[in-house]
């Protein structure tokens, strides 16, 4: 395989997961997450990025022990409700440490962070900011503006953010109600494959903080939202050059000011950390002729396969017939479905994904880079299946 899963460290960390469920036999599916590959990826991106804040987007999986891990590594944290703000300051998060970057919010949900000790916010309405005025006075606003996210793979479309006309008003606008108009706030989509893909983005946050800073406001900061990317059946660029483009791009549109910088991670810290475990339900065909066999595992959309939608992120897989990825046994082309009574219930039908021949029920199916976006989606129990169970290993 081309993927990083090929890299040593990332071997051994599958083999923890493997003997940890070879151990224990857990029920599937379920999702077990590596402990130190978090710890790892982490570490990267500190160091690839030494002096921006990384904030890490707790949606993308909320497991206490990794959120708990994060903590003591020294990471911030992002969040999107009072639970997540909960969640961070029992696992040891400092409020300090904590941005609610969520643009849509009640006012009894700000007023309970405020109250909890969170001074940082992301807004894109004026509503909002009024809203921030009097319920969490004297608190720091980022004003998020809509971006171009077309390298992305789950591009973020028009639902958050603002024009930056608009955002720098509101930025003014915060300043007299009493708040603190800190700057700027965006999200390049996520799983970004261009590592230029916050260029535009950083171009207008400079112009927006450039022409506040004329004005006598001191806005001083640069919040670069999520995007990096992790491995799946395909690589994107390497870490370095998503650095390395992004501090040239700060360095070309802030000239002599040099902004704080704030990065929102959270696929590309728990992505690669995570294997979910599921088990073959049915292997059929759809008639004699069909070279395709259909294969059913015992996870689907709904069990925390969500961005498989449209095909999205395709994860790559390794059977208990194969042992090591790729080799060994003659191998034919499947769909991959869910087990659920949904007709969109269908993972892979047109990513070429070949499994081997004599799979049957109640071989394991092993999707690898699964520990972002999945556990966090399967809240539901639909058609009865529970939602995805974690484990951690250390
Ligand atoms: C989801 C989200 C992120 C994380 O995005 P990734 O692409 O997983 O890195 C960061 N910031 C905000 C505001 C988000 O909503």
Not at 330 to 340: E, K, N, R, W, Y
Request: proline letters at 7%.
């Amino acid at each position: 395989m081309t993927t990083s899963f090929a890299d040593e460290r990332l071997h051994e960390a599958m083999a923890r997961i493997r003997r940890f469920l070879d151990h224990d036999r857990p029920d599937t599916p379920c999702l077990v997450i590596d402990l130190p590959t978090v710890r790892d990826r982490f570490a990267a991106i500190r160091a690839a990025l030494p002096r921006v804040g990384i904030f890490y987007a707790v949606k993308a999986n909320p497991t206490p022990d990794v959120v708990g891990l994060l903590a003591a590594e020294g990471s911030s944290f992002d969040v999107a409700s009072p639970a997540e703000i909960d969640l961070c300051l029992a696992r040891g998060a400092a409020p300090e440490a904590i941005s609610y970057s969520n643009p849509i919010k009640k006012a009894r949900d700000v007023a309970y962070a405020y109250g909890r000790g969170v001074r940082l916010f992301v807004s894109d309405s004026e509503q909002d900011v009024r809203v921030l005025a009097e319920h969490a006075p004297g608190a720091s606003v980022l004003l998020r503006i809509l971006v171009d996210s077309s390298g992305s793979t789950y591009p973020f479309g028009k639902k958050f953010g603002c024009s930056p006309e608009m955002a720098t008003d509101l930025l003014r606008l915060a300043a007299e109600l009493g708040l603190v108009p800190l700057g700027v706030a965006f999200h390049a989509g996520s799983q970004q494959l261009d590592p230029n893909g916050w260029d535009g983005a950083i171009a207008d946050a400079a112009v927006i903080i450039g022409k506040l800073r004329a004005e006598g406001l001191s806005p001083t900061t640069v919040n670069l939202g999520g995007g990096l990317p992790a491995g799946y059946l395909t690589q994107p660029p390497p870490l370095a050059e998503y650095a390395a483009a992004i501090t040239a791009s700060i360095a070309r549109h802030f000239g002599d000011f040099s902004p704080e910088v704030m990065i929102e991670p959270g696929r590309a810290i728990v992505a690669e950390s995570g294997l979910i475990r599921s088990e073959v339900v049915l292997v059929s065909r759809k008639s004699y002729s069909d070279e395709h066999r259909w294969v059913f595992l015992d996870i689907g959309r709904y069990g925390g396969l969500a961005e498989t939608e449209g095909e999205a992120i395709a994860y790559p897989l390794v059977t208990s017939r194969d042992g090591v990825p790729q080799a060994g046994a003659p191998v034919g082309p499947v769909v991959l479905a869910g087990p659920t009574c949904d007709a969109d219930d269908v993972l892979y039908q047109n990513t070429c994904y070949e499994l081997p021949l004599d799979l049957r029920a109640g071989d394991h199916v092993d999707l690898l880079g699964a520990g972002a976006y999945t556990a966090s989606y399967s809240s539901v129990a639909f058609n009865g299946f529970p939602p995805l169970a974690t484990h951690c290993v250390r």
